[in-house]
């Protein structure tokens, strides 16, 4: 394995917890499979839809996601909204993913001032 | 649109009944969406756009793969461990077995070696499938119905240091190869009784060829014990598969030693002493072959050995299954 495939492994494993945080954030309005795909995109956070459909459907039945076909369009569409137990687990989340922003960015912005440790 | 109806299909067939028609429905408004948003950058619906999307979304395999989850295995890794113990103390006993079998058919009959060895070859390319499929059935449908899974890992939910079992005296251990040899064993015999409890007998050879064999049991009656023989060796192999589990001497493991033995001397009691289960010529055959003669004193001691075989077969089986028991209760209740 070269250098380029283990950033790529490892990356790949950074994004897939990631990814799941992301598509929680936009749910409290009601969004359908290749809307959120473009909202993402648009923010930054590229998804392929062939791991979005699957997550979203992983979250339903998770209970994290309530859904609910739209069959006044053209075609029909699933749309997807955070449930009470979404929302509840979104802001936890969310206060994990502060921890660990803060954490890390201590590690890696600070890493050559306390060589010795504290012991 | 032929190639997204084929996308489509190919990727829900992929999947359970139940979900396929939810899915479908979805994955076409993706492919239209991914359609039109292509469209809309200034062009027309293609066909080298529409394989352009279908690339996007990779095989039909690995996005079958992504909707079912995590689960597409067989044997997770909860039970892949005993699952390989299993299988190769399996394979290994059905090795042997085989081996076994070729080996004793061609000392009796080396004339016709060609023919063991076609024989040895057809029974191996059909009995190591066939051991392989049962184990693995079994373990699947642990793995299905996942009763082991879910305890263990609510076992390890509640772990605590506290719960470290002591290490066990070594004299109370249960080395893994004994148990092991065991169930080879009984498989060996289960082989034997199963498909050639003829030769279960004295070989009769003239001028050093083979002749015949003068059974010890009585043919005619013996596929009626033949079923409960076999349940026998399965509860056998059932209890040392306990011991291999356990790897050390517990109450718990005398108690169900002592009850498989039990029921396994009552069978063997019964099946023995019954007039029917030994061969009723067996004297006339050993005549017949010119190994012992009327009214000579080997005849005599001959006939002695035969009438007393079966209560000395009742005492050995006694005494060993109670060693058996006695040796657990000493070894648990050792400091």
């Known amino acids: 394995m070269n250098e380029q495939e283990h950033i790529d ?25 290749y809307s959120l795909v473009t909202l993402l995109d648009e923010k930054g956070i590229h998804v392929e839809p062939g791991t979005l459909y699957p997550l979203l459907r992983r979250l339903e039945k998770q209970g994290l996601l309530d859904s609910s076909w739209d069959t006044n369009e053209a075609r029909p569409r699933k749309y997807y909204v955070l449930s009470e137990t979404g929302k509840s687990v979104y802001e936890q ?15 890696i912005l600070n890493k050559g001032d306390d060589v010795n440790g504290d012991g | 649109m032929e190639m997204v109806n084929r996308y489509v299909y190919a990727v829900t067939q992929r999947l359970p009944q139940s979900q396929r028609e939810d899915i479908a429905i979805e994955l076409r408004g993706l492919i239209e969406d991914m359609l039109e948003e292509r469209v809309g950058d200034g062009g027309n619906n293609t066909d080298k756009m529409v394989e352009e999307v279908l690339m996007e979304l990779g095989s039909p395999r690995t996005m079958a793969h992504k909707y079912r989850g995590s689960k597409s295995y067989l044997i997770g890794p909860e039970l892949y461990e005993s699952f390989i113990l299993v299988l190769k103390i399996v394979l290994i006993s059905v090795g042997i077995t085989l081996v076994g079998a070729f080996a004793i058919k061609t000392v009796i009959n080396p004339v016709e070696i060609l023919d063991h060895f076609i024989e040895f070859i057809v029974s191996t390319v059909t009995a190591i499938p066939q051991a392989l499929g049962w184990v693995t059935l079994g373990f699947a449908l642990g793995e299905y119905y996942g ?18 079992p002591p290490i066990p005296h070594p004299k109370k251990t249960i080395k893994r190869s004994e148990p092991i040899i065991a169930i080879v064993f009984y498989v060996i015999l289960m082989g034997m009784f199963g498909f050639s409890s003829n030769y279960f007998g004295i ?33 056998f192999i059932v209890k040392e ?5 356990s790897g050390k001497w517990t109450m718990k493991l005398v108690v169900c030693t002592t009850v498989v033995n039990l029921v396994a001397l009552m069978v063997v009691y019964f099946m023995i002493t019954s007039q029917s289960f030994w061969n009723p010529h067996f004297m006339e055959g050993l005549m017949n072959a010119g190994i012992v003669e009327q009214g000579t004193e080997g005849y005599e001691i001959m006939e002695t050995i035969w009438k007393n075989v079966t209560g ?3 005492i050995i089986f006694i005494v060993a299954l109670l060693w058996d028991i006695v040796d ?8």
């Open chain 1, 9 to 33: 492994k490892l990356m790949l494993e950074l994004r897939r917890g990631t990814i799941t945080i992301g598509v929680l954030s936009q749910l409290s309005s009601p969004q359908y499979g």
């Open chain 1, 93 to 107: 989340l969310c206060v994990e993913w502060q921890s660990i922003v803060s954490s890390l960015n201590d590690l």
């Open chain 2, 147 to 164: 009763g082991f899974k879910a305890g263990d890992l609510k076992l390890d939910k509640n772990w605590m240091p506290s719960m470290l």
């Open chain 2, 203 to 235: 070989f009769r050879f003239s001028d050093g060829e083979f002749v015949g064999v003068i059974p010890f049991l009585n043919e005619a009656k013996f596929p009626e014990y033949m079923p409960f023989l076999l349940l026998l060796l399965a509860l």
């Open chain 2, 241 to 245: 598969c306990l011991k291999l589990i």
């Open chain 2, 312 to 314: 000395a077969t009742v």
């Open chain 2, 328 to 335: 657990g209760m000493i070894k648990v209740r050792k400091k």
